[in-house]
Structure formats: C-alpha cells, structure tokens
C-alpha cells in the first residue's frame, strides 16, 4: 500500500543552451529550448525538473547561474541541476541561484569525500546522487559515468549504499539500457537496490507509456520522465489522470 | 506598500522565494543589515541545511535583537523550512542546539516517528490537513523535503498537519504574529503561491 504521492518529474537533458535527448544517453539530438519546455511542464503540473547537462558544457562559465535564474524566476516546483558539478563553489553557484538540489555522479566516483563534504556544507536534501547503471554480463550493474561512457568498477547496490552513508539525500537511478528506447523501466535494478537504501529513489530511463510507470510506482519514490514529454507523446495530465485511474496517487 | 525582508544569512533559497514574491507583485529586499530588518512589517526567515550550522551563521550576524525588536513593533515573522525548526527551542540535530525559542516545542528527527515505510529525508508533495478555522491552508498540496520536523507544545497554534505513514507530523503553525511552515511555499506550484498571497494580503 502507497500511502504518498508519487512523483512525476521531467528530465531536461542539456547541451549548451538547448534541450536534447538520446538513446542509451547517445546519439543527441536538439528538442528545443529549456525556458519554454521547462515553462510548460510547470504549467502542466509537472512536480519537479532536473535538468541534466549532457556534456557538462555550462560548467566553468556563468552560464549555469544564469538559466538557473531564468529557470526559478518562473517555475515554482523544485528544481535539480547536474552534470559537471565539481566542487562546493558549482554547488553554492547552483543553489543560490533557484536550485534545489544538484545531481552529482563523476566528481563522486573520483572524490569519496565529496558527498560527505557537500552534504555537510548544504545539507542531505540539497544532494542527490547520479547513478549511471549498466546491466553486466553476471547479471549485476556497474556505475557509469561521464554519460554513461567511462566505467566505475563500482557495483550499483554498494555504491548507493555507500553514498547513502556519505550522506546523500536521494538516489537518481537511471538505468543507461533502457535509457531513451521508450519500452520499459529496469524494474530489476530497482528491485536490487531499492530494500538496501532509506533515501529515496528516482527511477530514470525507459518510460514509453503510462504503463511503465505504474510498474514502478510502488518501489520508486519519484520517475523521470523524457522522450514522451518531449516527443508529445503524453501530456503530464494524461499521465497523471490514468495513476489516479489506477489508485496511484500523484499531486 | 508593506515593508517586506527576506533575511539572508546563507542557508536558505532567497532567489526562489523571491521571485515568488515578485510574481505576486511584492518588491522584497534581501538583506543580512539588522538596521533592515528592524524596520520591516513582513520578515520571512527561509532556510535550508543543518540546524546548528544555520543558527550559528544567523547569531553571528547580530539579527536576533532587530528580529526582537521588529516583532515588540508587531512585524509578521514567517519561517520556511529550517527557518520554521529554528523558531523552536530547541533541535535534536546532531547533538542538542538552542533555537530563537520564540514558540515552544523542539525540533526531532524523523525517525522519531518509527515507520518503517517512509524514507528520510520526505520528499514529496503532500495534501495539508487543515487545523485552524481561517481556511488559508484548506485542499492545498504542498512539496516538504526534510529530515528533522518540530513537535509543537502548543496545539492551538498549529495550522496543519500531513499524514507521515500513522502519524500527524506538525506541517505548519499560526499565532497571528508568528507563521511556520515546514513545506516549501515557493517550491509548491499554484497552491504554494496562493499560500504566500493570502498571508501578505491578510
């Protein structure tokens, strides 16, 4: 029995000033731009949006201050931006500029004491932490990163527990097999991880219809959503009429 | 035009809130200046962060006497978040560390409330139940992330609860004067906005 509201979240992968989409997090190609995508799904009812930059190209320069600005002058839902997140300066940039939380994958695997620094500095709440996963030939997943190109050796459960105890406030768990392809979560990965952590969990990665995401929607706490938005494949009242419909309870 | 201040101490999310503020036609100003402060007849005190890290930066800014003295002169206080923890006694956040101690209560962490089905930190969107007669709160569903929520010795004083698995966990409070909530008004869509314009035109 669900007794909270799931969320449905829009995931805004961004490539300089654009908003683009891949498959498996490959093979971009532009959607649009973030202000009025983002604007939109607001208006819509969407819960929250993370934007994601795909190439960490807005890093090193104002810009990330600037459509963060742009970004949390209009839109009143919770907003988390990743991708190139470095140091507690990147953080601090972000969040005093609108940003809720900031989504960190690389800097993580490369620094252990990252999670734990920043979270200390700006609280649990305000960190989440990317996971890039990939299905192994044994079966287990392995922690990506750099959009999924550079391989971890890390195993997905241990990790998310690890960075659990770092300090992490919640778990963006994006599976990069089903990323894109619009057929399906990776209900398994989910399964894996899901009893180990007290966090919680956004699921990303896979979701082609409605379906999808009702069968998630017990052990997910939160689903990113892409491709069908972007696509106009669904609208996010589409959406969430049919979860209602289907006793899952959404805002 | 009423006087309105959203104190900046460098734990809260004054670029949200103030923008919500300016969608609603308020112009606020964003200030860590006591002199400030003390002049203002609308004070929001946003937070995010650790308990004890926030009212550290908050006394060494020297605010506590011009909030004093803004409230003697009868200003509205409204706390967001952690700045709603920080109006308490006290919180249970690593270690015990003293709150303004404006209302009574202590601030506990969640786990306080056993159930083993819902994460810390809560995320999420949450339907307020509604607990005093003046309607400001009613069918509005509102986003909370936090860890750590306070346990309000006077009932009557409590606006709204949420449902957190069989508990009632103590989402907000109104005295007139003083205003808490643990959610975030800024971050919580349409209702969130009418929340904050009801009580800037009240």
Not at chain 1, 57 to 81: C, D, H, Q, W
Not at chain 2, 83 to 106: A, C, I
């Amino acid at each position: 029995m669900i007794n909270k509201n799931i969320r449905i979240i829009a995931r805004l992968d961004m490539k300089g000033e654009n908003v683009v989409k891949g498959i498996n997090l490959e093979g971009i190609r532009p959607i649009g731009n973030p202000k009025s995508i983002a604007e939109k799904y607001y208006l819509d009812g969407i819960d929250e949006i993370i934007y994601m930059d795909v190439v960490a190209s807005l890093y090193g320069r104002n810009s990330l201050s600037s459509y963060m600005k742009e970004a949390a002058s209009n839109i009143f839902v919770p907003l988390t931006v990743g991708g190139g997140i470095r140091n507690l300066d990147d953080i601090k940039v972000a969040l005093d500029s609108g940003a809720d939380k900031v989504a960190i994958n690389s800097e993580a695997i490369k620094n252990l004491s990252f999670i734990k620094e920043a979270s200390e500095e700006v609280g649990s709440q305000a960190i989440v932490l990317s996971i890039e996963a990939k299905k192994q030939k044994d079966g287990t997943w392995e922690a990506y990163y750099d959009n999924g190109r550079e391989r971890s050796g890390k195993n997905v459960c241990d990790w998310a527990e690890e960075v659990e105890t770092l300090g992490a406030g919640e778990i963006l768990l994006t599976s990069v097999d089903k990323e894109g392809l619009k057929n399906g979560m990776d209900i398994d990965l989910l399964d894996s991880i899901r009893g180990k952590l007290n966090i919680p969990i956004i699921m990303s990665g896979g979701v082609g219809s409605i379906k999808d995401i009702i069968n998630v929607a017990d052990k997910a706490d939160g689903v990113a959503i892409a491709s069908v938005l972007h696509y106009k494949n669904l609208t996010i009242n589409d959406i969430k009429s049919e979860l209602r419909d289907n006793h899952i309870m959404v805002r | 035009m009423k006087n309105i201040v959203i104190i900046n101490y460098g734990y809260g999310n004054t670029y949200s809130l103030n923008s919500a503020l300016s969608l609603l036609g308020y112009n606020a100003l964003v200030t860590n200046k006591p002199d400030e402060i003390c002049k203002a007849d609308i004070i929001f005190l946003p937070g995010v962060g650790a308990f004890k890290q926030a009212m550290n930066a908050f006394l060494n800014l020297h605010m506590l006497e011009a909030l004093n003295l803004a409230l003697k002169r009868g200003s509205i206080l409204i706390g967001i978040c952690l700045g709603y923890q920080m109006l308490f006694e006290e919180s249970e956040e690593f270690g015990v560390t003293k709150g303004l101690g404006l209302l009574k209560g202590k601030v506990v962490r969640l786990n306080h409330f056993n159930n083993i089905n819902n994460r810390i930190p809560n995320v999420g969107w949450f339907p307020l139940i509604n607990n005093l007669n003046n309607n400001k709160l009613e069918d509005k569903t509102v986003y909370f992330v936090h860890s750590y929520v306070p346990i309000v010795k006077e009932m009557n004083i409590i606006s709204s609860f949420i449902s957190y698995g069989n508990d009632l966990i103590h989402s907000s409070i109104d005295t007139g004067q003083i205003i808490g909530f643990q959610f975030h008004p800024e971050k919580s869509g349409k209702d969130g906005i009418k929340i904050l314009s009801s009580i800037l035109e009240g």
